[in-house]
């Protein structure tokens, strides 16, 4: 599997995290725009990846996240530690 499938599978966990209506709006919303910047393909992948990463991590460390969507942010940001 190449990287621009990895990021494609990636994208679509974001879809889960961002129709979640368990998850607050602004954690959603963040999950939209890490969606948004991995579609960029303008910008070099490690570039992408980083920033999402970067975006992941500050909402993973958000009080009130519940603690399945902190969870399937932690996989996402491994799975995007895996394409660098």
Excluded: Y
Aim: proline content about 4%.
């Amino acid at each position: 599997m190449d990287a621009e499938e990895q990021v494609n599978q990636i994208i679509s966990t974001l879809d889960q995290l961002s129709d979640d209506t368990s998850v607050p709006r602004n954690i959603r919303r963040g999950a939209q725009e890490c969606k948004d910047r991995l579609r960029k393909r303008s910008e070099a992948l490690d570039v992408r990846t980083a920033s999402a990463i970067f975006k992941l991590d500050d909402m993973a460390n958000d009080p009130n996240i519940p603690l399945h969507g902190r969870t399937l942010i932690w996989n996402i940001i491994s799975q995007l530690e895996q394409i660098k």
